[in-house]
């Protein structure tokens, strides 16, 4: 089963939500990253929460980096996401493991660090991208891109974004939530949607149970009744290719190049994101030599 985002608005026009199955997804970016629990859950839900964010702010073609930098061991996360449902990532440190919190979750926050920043930048194919930064206000990732939301996009929003990390390290579920209110929603309508949100158990524990994208919106828009806008698969998916390295290999001087092919009889790019290994030969780099030339 695919990885599925389920677009819905309410029918009196007051809120807009986005339910996310990221499971394959950041089980994939464990695969590739060999993370670890707190690793794990870090990345994951940094991206659960830029998915969110891409395809409920951006158009069809633009696309969002984000940034999470905080003073905790993973050190800093940076997430790539579309409004078509892609998205690659990578954390500093894969190999963090911490003692669970009391109640047994992972202890996110602790990994990530309480001071520091989230950044959201957007190519919106204008001259400058535009960039929104907040401070980091909870470490848990969730609160923090709610925060984000609040403030950068002036769209009051709750985010939810949960992981759950078997023993053997493996994702054995990941997803989220966005739930955005719109204008003519009161101040009791939304204690209504806080009150579902407190008494609703862990996402990845109903995902767990294997809740679909629509009893987690009945359960959290309990006494709202909603309607399907979407639905939409979302994937880890990395760009890279032989030829983008190539490019960047054409900006090194010709002296670092010959120095590659002397020393190292070839060149090995790897792809941050995604951890695929393109080999560069001897005859490959004097062909680069060859183009500058």
Not at 61 to 86: C, H, M, S, Y
Not at 205 to 230: F, R
Request: with cysteine; hydrophobic share 35%.
């Amino acid at each position: 089963m695919t990885d599925t985002l389920t677009k819905s608005v309410s029918k009196d026009g007051k809120f807009r939500v986005y339910i996310i199955n990221a499971t394959q997804t950041v089980q994939e970016a464990q695969q590739r990253h060999d993370t670890w629990r707190n690793s794990s859950a870090a990345l994951g839900r940094t991206m659960i929460g830029s998915i969110l964010v891409a395809t409920s702010t951006l158009k069809e073609d633009e696309i969002l980096t984000t940034r999470v930098q905080g003073d905790g061991p993973v050190g800093a996360i940076v997430v790539d996401a579309d409004a078509k449902g892609n998205t690659k990532g990578y954390i500093t440190n894969p190999h963090v493991a911490l003692k669970a919190r009391e109640d047994g979750h992972i202890d996110v926050k602790a990994a990530v660090g309480t001071n520091g920043t989230l950044s959201i930048t957007k190519d919106l194919h204008l001259k400058e991208p535009f960039t929104g930064e907040v401070p980091l206000v909870s470490g848990e990732i969730g609160m923090d891109f709610a925060y984000y939301m609040a403030k950068s996009e002036q769209i009051p929003s709750a985010i939810g974004v949960s992981v759950f990390v078997e023993p053997n390290e493996k994702v054995g579920a990941a997803g989220g939530f966005l739930v955005q209110t719109l204008p003519g929603a009161t101040d009791k309508d939304i204690d209504q949607i806080e009150a579902n949100l407190k008494v609703i158990p862990n996402l990845s524990t109903l995902l767990n149970e294997g809740l679909s994208n629509d009893d987690l919106l009945k359960k959290i828009m309990n006494g709202v009744e909603m309607k399907v806008l979407d639905e939409m698969p979302i994937q880890f998916k990395c760009d890279c290719s032989k030829d983008k390295f190539a490019k960047s290999l054409t900006t090194l001087s010709k002296d670092n190049l010959q120095k590659m092919i002397d020393e190292d009889h070839g060149a090995e790019a790897v792809c941050k994101f995604c951890n695929n290994k393109y080999k560069f030969t001897e005859d490959d780099l004097k062909e680069i030599i060859a183009e500058k030339e």
